[in-house]
Every structure is written in C-alpha cells, then in structure tokens.
C-alpha cells in the first residue's frame, strides 16, 4: 500500500487515522518518498498556535522547480507538461514539453536576475492564461523571488493596492489580452497603476495582441528580444523549507485585500499530494483545470500540484462560450482530457445552453469531473453527473480556501461514494471540526456549524503579507486553537461534510470571492451617495450576485435613478473590477442599524432574498421603521 496514493476506501480510512493519530510520521514519510530535496529536515512540524507560527519540515533545503522540472528531465524530457489551447480555435495550440518548460524558466530566470531581482523580491504578474504566466512564476521560484499575481481582470486601481502591499520591484504583463471577442489592453492598465507605485523599477512586457502600446524609456522592456539574449542554464536557488513562495490576495470582509503567504516545502508536498488523490493522475491522462492562475486554485492545480507529479496539464486562454458554448467540450475532445476541474458558476451556465452544445464531442476520455469555489447546488450536479459524465465519471466537489492552499475536504474518486452537494470527507491529515455560537465543538452527527480545522496542515497560510496580527485576528481569535474557515458546514450521518456558504461579509460571485466593503467603498465615492450596504443573493448562474442599499445625499434627488445606477456601477468596475458589479441597486432613505451603529446585514439579506416575512426582533434597532420601507421599495 503507497500513502501517497490511496486507492480504496479501506485504505483512505487507514490513512487517514495514521494522519491523525501520527501527523508527522505519516507527512515525512510522504515528505521523503516522493520528492527530492537539497537537505533533510530538522522538524516536521513545529506550530504555537498561541503566536500562530507554523513551520512544517523547518530546516530543510530545496527548490520547488527542481521537484517540477528538472527530477522528470530523465523520464519525462519529452512529454508534454503544458498544453496551451489559445482563445481562437482556429490558432493551433501548444504542446511545451518538460524538457522545453525547463529551458524557458531557467531563461526567464536569467532575464529576473539581469533586471536585480533577487531572492526574496516580490514580482507582479499581470498576464492572460498563456504560457508566459506559468513560465514566469517558476522563473521566480527558480531564483526564490516571491511571486504574486493578479488576475487579469482586476482594474489598475485595485493592481496598484496589490502591488503596493506587498512592495513589488518588477510588474510582467502582456500588451493585452484576448477574451472571447474582445481585446483588452494591459499594458495600459499597469501603466495607469504604476502612477501609483513608487516601489516599481522595471516592467516587461510580452507581445500577445499586438496592439500599439506606450513603452516608458528605461522602465518598460519587451520580453522576447531578453529571453534570446538570456542563457539557457540557471542553477534552482536552494531555498529553505519555510522561504516565502509567494503571495495570492484574497477578499477580506473588511478593509485591504489580504496577502496570504505561502511557503514552500509544505505548500509543495501538499499540493502534489492531493493533486495525485482527488483527481488520481495516471501517468499518461491529460488533466485540464479551467481556473484561470490569477486564483488559489490555478496555483495549486493547473501548476504546482500537476507539474511535481510529472503530469500534462491543459491552459486555456479564453472563455466558456467563445466562439460558441461547445467550446470545453470540443477542447477535452481535441486533448482527450481525462480529469476536468471547473466552477460550478460555468456548470449552470453551459447547463441552461442547448444540449447539442454536448452531444456533437466525444468525451468519452474523462475519467474525473471536479468542481470548486461554491456549492455545487443538485440541479448542477445531476448535469454534470448525466450530460457530462454519462453516468459513470465520479464527481469530485473540492472544499477549499486561498488560505488553505490545498483542497481540504474532497471525495477520492473510485474510493469515496459521492452524494451530491456534499464535498464529503476531508483529505488525510485535515482534522475538520463544527463549532457552535458559544464556541464549543458539536460532537457527533448529525450537526452543523462554524467549519473550523484543528491541527494544522502543510499548505496553510503562514501569514498575511506585512500584517501577522490581522492572520491572527482573523482566523484564530474566534475559536480557540483553531482556525476558523469562514464557512459553515453541516456533517450527516456518516460523517459526510456539506459547506453550506459564508458566515462573513463575504460573498462568493461566480466563484469570486469578493468582501462588501471594497464595494461600499466604492460606492461611496460616487458625489451623490451618501451611505451603503451590500449583501448577497442567490442567482441562478453567478450562485450568489450582489444587491446593492444606496442612501443619496439628497433625499429630493432628481437625478434619473437608472444613471446613477450605471455611473455606480462604472465606479466599481474602476476601483475594483467587473466582477464586482451590482446586479440591482435599490435606493433608500435609511438602513437598518443597531444602537451601536452597526448595519444589520442579516435584515438586508432578507429583504435581497425576497423573503421578508420572518425578519427576527427588529425592535432593538435604532430606526426600526426603516425596515418596512425597505420592504415596500424593494418590490418595485
Ligand atoms: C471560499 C474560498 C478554493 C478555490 C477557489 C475559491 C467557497 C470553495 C467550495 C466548495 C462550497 C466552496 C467557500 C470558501 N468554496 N470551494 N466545494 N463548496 N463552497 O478560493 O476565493 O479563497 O474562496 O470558496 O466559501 O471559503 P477563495
């Protein structure tokens, strides 16, 4: 029997209970039989959950890329580590060897040293989903420079917070990018950013669009006249265990967008481990995850976790329904995907399109169909499961977190029988927990409560870039010992995980996670508004969208209601992005708040679902009488 690859459900208990029982012999023996590394560890594990310090394998040496690149060379110099299938269908698509990637991040590495970045440097990656995104990140981690990317889609406003955070020295972007039919153009927006970003001395820039972009002399450089001129060797930096690998921003409830911080051997011997389980990679399958890099899980599963297990992993550039809605399923014919990952948002969406979208593709390659970022609601799933999978794939409904690195709850598939909407049991060495409102643990099942995990794990965040005390604050202050997820769950009969949504202000749009104060903030900014509040609501495709209480300044405002809901609206999509648009905007005299000024999100979130009738004791509020305006406005 291999613990690092389980294969019956006998087996997964039997791992899973050394995993509790022995956490660190049964991570160092995955630790030492499946990677290579410079020097041994000291420690497995070291943790104080007092200071909320973590440090797994502390002491050792090691490169991430050599265990991605380099340690395959001899048996895998020739097989295909990415394929990059480009946003037109009729531009052919790119098999780039591990032999290939290899020399491309050893070059690219070179061309970082050449511009003075060096270990420990933070590096901003602004790219489209081309090969150049996945080439750059190994490029810093080559040379221990500490990546963070940002998603393409975020405005230059919300880039410029990003990369000021974490004090970037260098921004790799693209002339522009290609979605569906439209062109986007980058380079601009790094432009309009870096008016605001003191700390960044150079950019470089790969050609993609070809549109005319402005170079700013001495700062800005094409990417490709470099990479020529680099050499083609470039030794992996030897890094320790617990060296920042890089730093991936996610929503908060509140205030800036927080700067998770993941390390590198536990991140890496994490992802490689779940990436081989959840999706059970033989060496010959081609594994497609459509998350685009910008997020936790285009990090940890379409690089990482497949490159360390020596896999081909499909990267697409465009969207679902370009040119048209058969898109993913001509893709997994033409690559004979056999595990393919997506978002339940792109589910309902391919769902409501007509079947002969499906019926036209051979997918009878997939052997694994996975879903992550929000609940996989059952209409969904009996989609996937019966239009998709025919019946027969099973499907993986992946829980996890940009803090938690790695997909924590998750059925194995062939091993774990699946139930729809439940994510099922967590991966070895995760020890979940339900938690009550007076902070207890609900033992036994069934029960349901705040998901929070008690022991740590290899891939946790260690921190939040620059600012320990919000980590802390944060995610261990709630329940003592424990990291508290943001998520409640429920746990059925047999110990089976359902998570059911947020508990927090944050709410999760299309599989983005977006905080609601951000977008107060934004909306605040408009001259007319004077106060606001946002909540979410269930939506058909997007799963959640967002709802929007606007008080105006004037009360006698009258201005045409429908232009400054677009003048909002165009406000958000400056400071933060589109993703970030509101669905429906109401305009109010008050909102609902307690005596301590707080707003009661609770009564709004109602109101947003359509379903007022029982509100719970509104009596205590300081202007109760809102409410029923509210309520009376919103069905207009
Ligand atoms: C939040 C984390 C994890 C990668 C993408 C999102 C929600 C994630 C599931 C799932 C129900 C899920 C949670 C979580 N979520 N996966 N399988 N079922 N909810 O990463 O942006 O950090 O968001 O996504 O609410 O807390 P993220």
């Known amino acids: 029997m291999s613990q690092y690859h389980i294969k019956s459900l006998e087996e997964y208990f039997q791992v899973y209970h050394k995993s509790v029982r022995q956490p660190e012999t049964f991570w160092e023996e995955i630790a030492e039989e499946n990677f290579v590394w410079k020097k041994r560890w000291d420690s497995v594990l070291d943790w104080n959950f007092e200071k909320h310090e973590i440090k797994w394998f502390d002491g050792a040496q090691l490169n991430i890329t050599e265990n991605c690149l380099d340690r395959h060379l001899a048996t895998r110099g020739n097989k295909t580590a ?24 050893c070059q690219f590495a070179n061309v970082l040293k050449d511009q003075g970045i060096k270990r420990g440097d933070r590096v901003c990656i602004y790219l489209p989903m081309i090969p150049q995104l996945a080439v750059a990140m190994l490029a810093c981690a080559r040379i221990g420079a500490v990546h963070s990317v940002v998603f393409a889609g975020f405005s230059a406003n919300a880039l410029a917070e990003r990369i000021n955070d974490c004090e970037c020295k260098i921004v790799v972007t693209s002339d522009g990018s290609f979605r569906g039919n439209k062109t986007l153009n980058l380079k601009a927006i790094v432009d309009e950013a870096l008016e605001t970003c003191p700390t960044v001395a150079s950019v470089l820039v790969v050609k993609r669009t070809k549109e005319e972009v402005n170079m700013k002399e001495e700062r800005d450089f094409w990417l490709l006249p470099l990479l020529d001129a680099a050499y083609k060797d470039c030794d992996p930096e030897i890094m320790g265990a617990e060296d920042p690998l890089f730093i991936l921003y996610t ?34 399958d081609v594994y497609w995850c459509t998350a685009d890099i910008g997020w936790i899980t285009g990090h940890s599963y379409l690089i990482y976790g497949p490159l360390a297990n020596g ?23 033409k690559h004979k995907v056999s595990q393919f990952y997506t978002a339940p948002t792109a589910i309902r969406a391919l769902a409501k399109e007509n079947i002969s979208f499906v019926e036209e593709f051979d997918l009878s390659s997939l052997k694994v169909l996975g879903s992550v970022g929000e609940p996989l609601n059952e209409e969904a799933w009996h989609w996937y499961n019966d239009i998709i999978g025919k019946g027969k794939r099973p499907i993986v409904d992946t829980w996890f977190q940009t803090e938690t690195g790695g997909i924590m709850i998750s059925p194995i598939p062939f091993v774990t029988p699946t139930i729809p909407t439940f994510a099922t049991l967590p991966i070895p060495g995760i020890q979940p927990c339900l938690m009550n409102d007076e902070g207890n643990e609900i033992k036994g099942n069934p029960a349901e409560g705040r998901l929070c995990i008690k022991f740590p794990w290899p891939s946790m965040a260690r921190s939040i870039w620059g600012n320990h005390e919000r980590f802390k604050e944060t995610y261990f202050s709630l329940f003592e010992n424990k990291y508290f997820t943001g998520d409640g769950a429920l746990r059925d009969n047999t110990g089976y995980y359902r998570i059911t949504g947020r508990v927090d202000d944050v709410i999760i749009v299309s599989g983005h996670n977006l905080g609601t104060a951000p977008i107060e903030d934004a909306i605040n900014e408009h001259p007319a508004v004077a106060e606001s509040a946002v909540v979410g609501f269930p939506h058909e495709i997007k799963g959640n969208a967002l709802y929007g209480f606007v008080i105006l300044k004037e009360t006698g405002e009258t201005r045409d209601h429908d232009n400054l809901r677009k003048e909002i ?68």
Not at 82 to 104: C, G, K, M, Q
Not at 311 to 333: C, K, L, N, Q
Not at 572 to 586: F, V
């Open 569 to 636: 609206n165009q406000i958000i999509t400056e400071r933060i992005g589109p993703i970030a648009k509101l669905e429906k905007i109401q305009f109010t005299i008050g909102l609902p708040k307690t005596r301590s000024g707080k707003i009661m999100r609770r009564i709004l979130r109602k109101i947003a679902n359509n379903d007022s009738s029982d509100l719970g004791d509104i009596s205590t509020l300081l202007n109760p009488e809102v409410v029923e305006e509210i309520i009376e406005h919103s069905k207009v």
């Open 311 to 333: 896999a081909t992993t499909v990267m697409y550039e465009g969207i679902p329904s370009y040119p048209d809605w058969s898109r993913f399923w001509h893709i997994v014919e």
């Open 82 to 105: 990415i394929i990059f299938e480009p946003n037109d269908p009729s531009e052919p698509s790119e098999h780039i060897t591990y032999r290939e990637l290899h020399r491309r991040v």
């Open 251 to 284: 929503s908060g409830s509140t205030g800036l967008p927080k700067g998770m911080l993941h390390t590198t051997a536990g991140y890496m011997v994490y992802t490689a481990y779940t990436f081989k389980n959840v999706f059970q990679y033989q060496e010959n």
